[in-house]
């Protein structure tokens, strides 16, 4: 099953998916929000041609589990999404989920340029292989 996970930002959108079998997750590049019909329209297309059968949104809960402001707009952001793609649309908790994606690329050797570059989409890794994790095919 082909899974597609997302970070949510204010600035920009981290993407993962994963292999068809949904085993593993791969990070793809992150979007940069322009318009709310732009950014959904180009996740809409992204599900229709990679043929997403499921689509997983990063929930940032604070740490002692309650939501935020942040947590608010995700949440509301998945609404959206919701409606306008076949696909379901699944919350997955992603407390700490940035601060391991961080830890992964720095010990990959990426320079903080690159790291920031890459930090969405790693941390939108994390939140897919958490759900697999969860939600084993």
């Given at each position: 099953?082909?899974?597609?996970?997302?970070?949510?930002?204010?600035?920009r959108?981290?993407?993962?998916m994963t292999?068809?079998?949904?085993?593993?997750?791969?990070?793809r590049?992150?979007?940069?929000?322009?318009?709310?019909?732009?950014?959904?329209?180009?996740?809409?297309?992204?599900?229709?041609?990679e043929?997403?059968?499921?689509?997983?949104?990063?929930?940032?809960?604070?740490?002692?589990?309650?939501?935020?402001?942040?947590?608010?707009?995700?949440?509301n952001?998945?609404?959206?999404?919701?409606?306008?793609i076949?696909?379901?649309?699944?919350?997955?908790?992603?407390?700490?989920?940035?601060?391991?994606?961080?830890?992964?690329?720095?010990?990959?050797?990426?320079?903080?340029?690159?790291?920031?570059?890459?930090?969405?989409?790693?941390?939108?890794?994390?939140?897919?292989?958490?759900?697999?994790?969860?939600?084993?095919a």
């Amino acid at each position: 099953m082909r899974v597609l996970g997302i970070d949510y930002g204010q600035v920009r959108i981290g993407l993962a998916m994963t292999d068809p079998e949904g085993r593993m997750a791969f990070a793809r590049p992150a979007l940069k929000r322009t318009t709310r019909d732009a950014l959904f329209a180009a996740l809409a297309a992204l599900v229709e041609a990679e043929g997403v059968e499921a689509v997983v949104v990063g929930l940032p809960l604070t740490l002692d589990g309650e939501d935020s402001l942040t947590t608010r707009q995700a949440r509301n952001f998945a609404e959206s999404l919701a409606r306008r793609i076949t696909a379901p649309v699944h919350l997955m908790d992603e407390r700490l989920s940035s601060a391991a994606a961080q830890a992964q690329l720095k010990e990959a050797g990426l320079c903080s340029r690159k790291m920031k570059s890459r930090l969405d989409s790693q941390a939108a890794v994390q939140i897919l292989e958490t759900w697999i994790g969860q939600n084993p095919a």
